[in-house]
């Protein structure tokens, strides 16, 4: 499948994880103060030739267990999000560089070859452009960032909790402004169950792995 993928991920992003092609994970969360639900495991698809780069460092990380132990810190009916680390950083330090690992908005769009990377659809002037991977669906996976600079995610993700009336698909204030890299496509109904302090007990590659080019984990351990 790496053989195959379309397209050429641009030069200066080319030593980072990239996945070229898709991958499937699980997620365990342990649920707390729930008595109707103990734990759950959401499956979760990652699309990887319409947003290799973000969808590699997510795997990357994920093989690095980064997100193993970690406790859910937002959840507030509108998305669940994690991946903020103990500590000052608000993201990925990378033991090789000492500096937080950041990545571009990437954004795949019907009709384009390759993603746009590091400028919002908005930005481009492109308002009436359709996302390849769009906030449509309950539990749409995406990279949180800072909202003015562009290419300042690492390692925080959030799931959508969707309200079809407050987001309709590629007209919302997320779409062409956050990367979506994935969908979790089991158990997602789950997600609305979760709140701040469940414990993701694990992620665990289940397929796609081969797919990973450049893993840094291999690397630093």
Request: glycine residues 8%.
């Amino acid at each position: 499948m790496v053989e195959g993928f379309p397209y050429e991920v641009p030069e200066e992003y080319q030593s980072m994880p990239v996945l070229k092609g898709r991958a499937t994970v699980d997620m365990k969360v342990k649920v707390k103060d729930n008595p109707n639900i103990d734990e759950c495991v959401f499956r979760i698809i990652l699309d990887g030739y319409n947003a290799p780069v973000t969808a590699g460092n997510f795997l990357d990380l994920v093989e690095r267990h980064f997100y193993d132990g970690m406790e859910i810190q937002r959840a507030d009916g509108f998305v669940v999000q994690t991946g903020d680390p103990e500590g000052p950083a608000e993201g990925f330090i990378d033991p090789s560089t000492e500096k937080t690992r950041t990545i571009p908005l990437e954004i795949m769009v019907n009709g384009e070859k390759s993603p746009f990377y590091g400028t919002t659809l908005e930005e481009l002037g492109l308002y009436k452009a359709q996302t390849r991977l769009p906030f449509n669906a309950f539990g749409t996976m995406a990279m949180a960032r800072e909202e003015f600079e562009s290419n300042s995610a690492s390692s925080q993700v959030f799931w959508l909790l969707k309200e079809s009336e407050l987001t309709p698909s590629n007209a919302n204030i997320l779409d062409g402004r956050y990367t979506v890299f994935g969908y979790i496509t089991e158990n997602e109904d789950s997600l609305a169950d979760l709140k701040v302090g469940d414990v993701i007990e694990s992620i665990q590659v289940v397929s796609g792995l081969n797919n990973l080019v450049n893993p840094s984990y291999k690397i630093a351990g």
